[in-house]
């Protein structure tokens, strides 16, 4: 709280908001951790499935004794014992086409975690429909980026991606040490969205390659022509 522009007021935001992560492997983990430890005053957690032992080298709220058994119950275990103050729903569920708009009207700001397009997508165009906002990270190998997305001032997902670029596959390359980078940045960024202090990413994607630690910022355009922005 000591934190010149946060304050104690910064602090009280945390406490009152709700965030919606979609996906808590190596994205979603790290960042939700990172927000349990700042205070914030509830999440709502959705990833289906069960644990894996491949899911182990990067997905921080999974234990060795929890392969098998369901993710979302390992998730609300370990943010609570981590932040018995924080109120955690963790939902055994991916985000689709039947919860999408729900999920996202219950929440202040959304993370989007997730690593197939067709749930950031659905994502991206709940949050500007509604006109929540929505910090999207992602990583691949040794490479990151980070963007918020805040509806009516900027360009969205969409803007980005017009389509699903075409490599992008289920599976991929990661190292965990690299999606702790991408979700840390997005930790702040929803800390400084929430708090309202600092200069966010609005319109910029954050870029880096840790095989040289190299940070680029690009200009997002918005594009005229976007089928979920462009009347926004």
């Known amino acids: 709280m000591s934190i010149p522009e946060f304050g104690v007021a910064g602090q009280e935001k945390l406490a009152a908001a709700t965030c919606l992560i ?12 990172n927000l349990a430890a700042a205070g914030i ?22 234990t060795h004794d929890g392969i098998g058994k369901s993710r979302a119950e390992s998730i609300a275990r370990r943010l609570g014992e981590f932040n018995p103050h924080m109120q955690v729903e963790a939902i055994d569920e991916n985000i689709n086409e039947d919860n999408a708009a729900r999920l996202v009207g219950r929440a202040d700001v959304v993370f989007d975690c997730a690593p197939l397009f067709s749930e950031r997508f659905l994502l991206n165009r709940e949050c500007v429909g509604q006109g929540k906002p929505m910090v999207e990270a992602a990583m691949f190998a040794m490479e990151g980026q980070v963007t ?27 190292f965990g040490a690299v999606s702790a980078l991408a979700a840390a940045a997005a930790a702040i960024e929803g800390i400084k969205l929430i ?22 910022r690009f200009s997002i355009p918005r594009r005229p ?7 926004v």
Not at 46 to 57: F, R
């Open 22 to 33: 979609s996906r808590c492997g190596g994205l979603g983990g790290p960042l939700a951790y």
């Open 41 to 62: 005053g509830k999440l709502i957690i959705a990833h289906a499935g069960n644990v894996k032992p491949a899911d182990l080298n990067r997905q921080i709220l999974m």
């Open 148 to 174: 918020t997305i805040i509806p009516g001032k900027g360009p969205c997902l969409a803007c980005l991606y017009p389509e699903t670029p075409p490599q992008w596959k289920r599976q991929f390359p990661v």
């Open 195 to 216: 708090a309202g202090f600092g200069e966010l990413l609005n319109g910029t994607l954050l870029y880096f390659d840790s095989r040289n630690m190299k940070f680029q």
């Open 225 to 231: 022509d976007c089928p979920i922005c462009a009347n």
